[in-house]
């Protein structure tokens, strides 16, 4: 299955920021840094990595824009293919995420079923889960999709669980650069992915840089 945008933006704050402040050569520094954290983690030259660990890093070296209002994305709701079985939960940045090692599937996770269509608004590091079928009669398995709202763009990301994500995850635990229990590591399977890198997300890990480790 192609893997959806789900997005539908809904920018609400001003874009105008102020750069003669940003020490560049830090910038520099800290996207090279990103860059090398994927590539290892993907097995690749860190110059694959360039272009996305430098957006990541002048994003987050940019100060914080004051929004009028709160910002938030829209997120649409509804199965991929309406004929196969899925489901969607809607996570709160502010709900408690289980520990990955004890998700054994879609009941395992807080939050609440999205229904079959409609829209959600997504603020924060507010999140979407998903799981589909990947075949409406035949025992083709399935896919998951964890959707998180950016905050540093706006922009809701969609991310499926794959070993490069799994492994950034580690480097950064054991780097000390995330605030998490290396037993965040246990538990298998792609719920339990799933959740691992929404906490690694609220824990500080750049959604660029997750989504670069493909």
């Not at 409406?136 to 998180?148: E, K, Q």
Request: net charge positive.
């Amino acid at each position: 299955m192609a893997l959806p945008s789900h997005i539908e933006g809904n920018p609400t704050m001003s874009t105008t920021t102020a750069t003669a402040s940003i020490d560049r050569s830090a910038l520099l520094r800290d996207a090279w840094t990103r860059a090398r954290s994927a590539a290892e983690a993907a097995s690749e030259s860190a110059r694959r990595h360039i272009g996305t660990a430098m957006r990541a890093a002048w994003a987050a070296a940019r100060p914080a824009p004051k929004p009028d209002v709160e910002p938030c994305a829209t997120f649409v709701l509804g199965k991929h293919d309406r004929r196969c079985r899925g489901w969607e939960r809607v996570i709160r940045e502010t709900m408690p995420l289980p520990v990955p090692e004890d998700v054994r599937g879609a009941g395992d996770l807080p939050g609440s079923y999205g229904p079959d269509r409609g829209t959600e608004e997504l603020f924060g590091l507010d999140a979407v889960l998903q799981g589909e079928e990947n075949h409406h009669r035949r025992a083709h398995g399935w896919t998951y999709w964890l959707y998180v709202r950016d905050p540093a763009t706006n922009n809701i990301v969609p991310l499926t669980p794959t070993a490069a994500r799994k492994a950034l995850i580690k480097k950064a635990i054991l780097a000390g650069r995330i605030d998490l229990p290396p037993e965040v590591l246990k538990g298998a399977g792609d719920i339990a992915a799933m959740v691992r890198m929404l906490a690694a997300i609220r824990a500080g890990l750049p959604i660029a840089e997750l989504a670069a480790a493909e």
